[in-house]
């Protein structure tokens, strides 16, 4: 598959193909871009980084986690992001579906409300106080999130979001997988999310801008009723509005 010449945004000098596009298990995009979806790589690669890291020539988190979805994952975001200033690398290119938001469970967004089981309504708690005035995830990115035009004819449990989304996977600070984020990794978010919704003309809100769990929160809930991927200790729109307004 031929490699990009150059990278979709200016803020990354040199496009490191990924495992998932090298290999052509990646197909293209079909559609309009309607999101951005901000992960967490969660504290895998950290423990993989002091693991293995020193061995690898790693020098921090963030090189392990490129390492990782170039030489061993399939599946990623199209960008990784990490704590240091400068810290962007693109592994997928935006013409293209990555893998980063998975499609199990999520039939019950594309049915009627309510989309969670009601003996658990309170564990989603935390997603209906984000997100009043919404009735289900599918409502989010101008009601396109989860399009069942996107998924294949007849397989709609396979539905994803990732046909028509962009993935950031932010490396969390070594230590520790919930602690807060750099001022430079936000200095990061700041310069890379404007980018990518500028060119594909999104709006910079919050219903297109989101976390993992809250375009699937049926899969990345706890048991106790938070987010987790990103925690809330780390994402935060406010947060990130103050980065972009600085």
């Known amino acids: 598959m031929p490699i990009p010449p150059v990278p979709d945004t200016e803020h990354v000098d040199v496009f490191t193909p990924g495992l998932g596009y090298r290999q052509g298990k990646l197909v293209a995009r079909g559609g309009p871009v309607r999101a951005v979806?901000?992960?967490?790589?969660?504290?895998?690669i950290l423990a993989r980084f002091r693991r293995e890291?020193?061995?690898?020539?790693?020098?921090?988190?963030?090189?392990?986690?490129?390492?990782v979805y170039t030489k061993i994952m399939v599946d990623s975001g199209h960008y990784v992001v990490g704590q240091r200033l400068?810290?962007?690398?693109?592994v997928v290119p935006e013409s293209h579906v990555a893998r980063?938001?998975?499609?199990?469970?999520?039939?019950?967004?594309?049915?009627?409300s309510p989309w969670y089981p009601g003996r658990e309504a309170a564990r989603y708690a935390w997603w209906r106080d984000r997100w009043q005035g919404?009735?289900?995830p599918r409502d989010l990115a101008g009601g396109h999130l989860w399009d069942v035009g996107q998924a294949v004819p007849g397989r709609i449990a396979k539905a994803s979001c990732n046909a028509q989304t962009i993935g950031i996977?932010?490396?969390?600070?070594?230590?520790?997988?919930?602690?807060?984020?750099?001022?430079?990794?936000?200095?990061n978010l700041a310069a890379l999310i404007p980018d990518i919704t500028d060119r594909h003309e999104l709006p910079l809100a919050r219903s297109y801008v989101l976390t993992?769990?809250?375009?699937?929160?049926?899969?990345?809930?706890?048991?106790?009723?938070?987010?987790?991927?990103?925690?809330?200790?780390?994402?935060?729109?406010?947060?990130?509005?103050?980065a972009v307004s600085a």
Request: contains cysteine; proline residues 9%.
């Open 212 to 242: 993992h769990s809250d375009a699937h929160p049926l899969s990345r809930t706890t048991p106790k009723g938070e987010p987790w991927d990103t925690a809330p200790s780390q994402w935060t729109w406010d947060r990130f509005s103050a």
């Open 53 to 67: 890291g020193a061995a690898k020539g790693d020098t921090d988190p963030f090189d392990t986690a490129v390492r």
């Open 169 to 187: 996977e932010v490396v969390p600070p070594l230590e520790g997988a919930t602690r807060e984020w750099s001022a430079e990794c936000w200095q």
């Open 37 to 44: 979806i901000v992960h967490t790589t969660g504290g895998g």
């Open 86 to 90: 400068g810290q962007i690398a693109q």
């Open 134 to 136: 919404y009735d289900s």
């Open 100 to 112: 980063h938001v998975g499609s199990a469970g999520s039939v019950p967004y594309l049915r009627t």
